[in-house]
């Protein structure tokens, strides 16, 4: 079993920065993929950065954040952080880590087997 902490969201204002961390715990962090999703009111919720395990470190984002948000993890604290850059009051939601067993990396948020509670982010115009 995993579990997974968010921390860092906030109310800030367009074109600011904000970073969020995820803390793990309870099982060996450092095979598991990673990944930030968001939920916006009334809508579904959507992958927004993902990470791989091992020595690549593999990246992938949502085209609304490419170049604007970076995910990054250091497998010796067991963390996984998402830098927010240039924020936008579309990028306002709840934003929670997941984490997937056996490799690779998707988008879909039902191969992610571990989530977070999720943490608030909004983003004012």
Known sequence: ???LVESGGGLVQ???SLSLACAASG????TL???WFRQAPG???EFVAGIMWGSSRLTFYVDSVKGRFTISRDN???TVSLQMNSLKPED????YCAAKRGGG???GQYDYDYWGQGTQVTVSS
């Open 14 to 16: 367009a074109g600011d």
């Open 27 to 30: 099982r060996t962090f450092s």
């Open 76 to 78: 010796a604290k067991n």
């Open 105 to 107: 990396l998707s988008v």
């Open 1 to 3: 079993q995993v579990q």
């Open 33 to 35: 993929t990673m990944a």
């Open 43 to 45: 809508k579904e919720r």
């Open 92 to 95: 306002t939601a709840i934003y």
